[in-house]
């Protein structure tokens, strides 16, 4: 098929239908931009984040996990700069009144050849009086001005209505790693450089959020930061922009699906800042993010909370506020990703379409099927099904023709097919179908063990 022809219409449809993804509160109605994951869609969302996990904490020689609360003492969003600037540049249109960002109006207006990254609020409002940008929902032009919007979900804390504080639901995982710098040091002591990471809910009251689970108000970020000293805080930036596109090669991937992006413009106090764009079916879109971000956060949260997050480096004594890398990708939006990529339209060579998922094994929600070519062969396929179980996912189907069940797999991607026949019963071998070859073997039940373990390891 053509290089991702998918359409977001197809992808929602597919998960939908086969358990991967259904709106969220669908009985009533639903609500916006909110979805939830199924039984197929949760095994998928967990591999990714198990894959994650494993390569930028298991397998790495100095990193470590942390699973901080998502509700924070609110000093820590002043300190982070969150509830001055956490915000997106809004405007309204007064005839039919939809909510848009500037900077996205700016973007499509201008076939992005205009960079709203660089503009001021007051440069934006001028760009769009003076280019006649209108409403993309009605086609007025009836706009109010722009006006800074906070993204941060508030919520407060209280059990009388006099006693309430405001709080806020975390809108990254990132500032858990910063509080705990000192403590996962302390407990691991860890020598710098060192990593720490996460994995996570976060909460954003987007205000154009869509396309399907790529923007939601209620997302999972995988965020990774690397504390090191300052003057190699470049190299290891590099390192870390390798190893993020690494990763997505080796989850199946095509490099010309993937690119850089550098950031125009830098925070202040960034040193360099990148994305890795993926070719979603509504065009490139940011993917990930990688952030030079210097000694910024720890010296802010030092500041703010009184406490030294000083690093005494225990052979030459000396004393500093080590240099932070952050590396942050959201689960929900590489899982769309991870979609995109595997969706496959295949012509067979009777003229038939077979739908497939192309995913990774390691990311497959069930490594395996286990099909009884017939009701009679049940028990035999359930012995084997209750082998495989407490290695792998795997699923069990007996209904319907050897042909229809083959399908319903390749739909979720299940990589390969166990089929429990006549020559079962004769030399205890299972047919092994590969899903993207279609290609059979005949496998004893022991080396399809080894034989799973082997080819669904990431
Ligand atoms: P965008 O420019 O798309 O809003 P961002 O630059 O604000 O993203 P970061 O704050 O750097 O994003 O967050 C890191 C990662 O978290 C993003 O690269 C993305 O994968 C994910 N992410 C951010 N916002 C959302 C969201 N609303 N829904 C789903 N994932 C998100």
């Known amino acids: 098929m053509a290089e991702n022809a998918v359409t977001m219409e197809k992808l929602v449809a597919l998960c939908k239908a086969r358990g991967i993804v259904f709106p969220g509160s669908e009985i009533y109605g639903g609500m916006g931009n909110t979805w939830d994951y199924g039984p197929v869609g949760v095994e998928i969302k967990n591999n990714i984040k198990r894959a994650w996990w494993k390569r930028f904490v298991a397998e790495s020689d100095n ?21 001055t600037s956490f915000s997106d540049p809004k405007m309204d249109c007064k005839s039919c009144k939809t909510r848009h960002r500037a900077d996205t109006l700016i973007e499509s207006h201008s076939k992005g050849t205009v960079n709203p990254d660089t503009m001021s609020n007051e440069e ?36 009388t209505d006099e006693s309430q504080n405001k709080i806020y639901l975390r809108p990254e995982t990132a500032q858990g790693e910063f509080v705990n710098f000192l403590n996962v040091q302390r407990t691991t002591r860890a020598k710098v450089p060192f990593g720490i990471a996460q994995i996570g809910k976060a909460f954003r009251n987007e205000i154009t959020p869509g396309n399907f689970i790529f923007r939601t108000i209620e997302f999972e970020q995988m965020e990774h930061q690397w504390f090191c000293k300052e003057g190699t805080d470049e190299a290891y930036y590099n390192e870390f922009k390798q190893k993020a596109f690494d990763f997505l090669l080796d989850l199946g991937f095509k490099r010309e699906h993937l690119r850089f992006h550098d950031h125009d413009k830098l925070a202040h106090y960034a040193r360099a800042a990148c994305d890795i764009q993926y070719l979603y079916p509504m065009g490139w ?41 952050e590396y942050s990708i959201g689960a929900d939006r590489l899982m769309l990703a991870v979609l995109t990529e595997a969706y496959d339209e295949e012509t067979l060579e009777n003229g038939e379409t077979r739908n497939v998922m192309h995913f990774h094994p390691a990311i497959a ?45 390749d739909e979720i991607g299940t990589p390969y097919c166990l089929t429990i026949d006549f020559d079962t019963l004769e030399n205890g071998t299972v047919t092994v179908r590969d899903r993207d070859t279609m290609e059979q073997i005949r496998l004893s039940p022991d080396e399809v063990i080894s034989f799973l373990a082997e080819k669904c390891a990431f």
């Open 124 to 159: 934006m409002q001028k760009y769009i009086e003076e280019h006649h940008v209108n409403c993309p929902v009605c086609g007025q032009f009836n706009w109010t001005p722009i006006r800074t919007f906070n993204l941060m979900f508030e919520t407060s804390r209280g059990v």
């Open 365 to 409: 929600a069930y490594k395996a099927a286990v099909l009884p070519l017939q009701k009679n062969l049940a028990p035999q396929a359930k012995e084997l099904l209750a082998k495989l179980k407490k290695r792998f996912s795997v699923t069990y189907d007996e209904a319907g023709s050897i042909g229809k069940r083959y399908r319903r797999q």
């Open 285 to 325: 879109q940011e993917l990930n993010g990688i952030h030079n971000r210097s000694d910024y956060d720890l010296s802010r949260h030092q500041e703010y909370s009184g406490k030294t997050l000083t690093y005494v480096d225990p052979v030459s004594g000396e004393r500093y506020i080590p240099y932070v890398i």
């Open 63 to 83: 990193s470590f996990g942390v699973d901080a609360a998502i509700l924070m003492n609110s000093r820590v969003w002043e300190a982070s700069g969150h509830t």
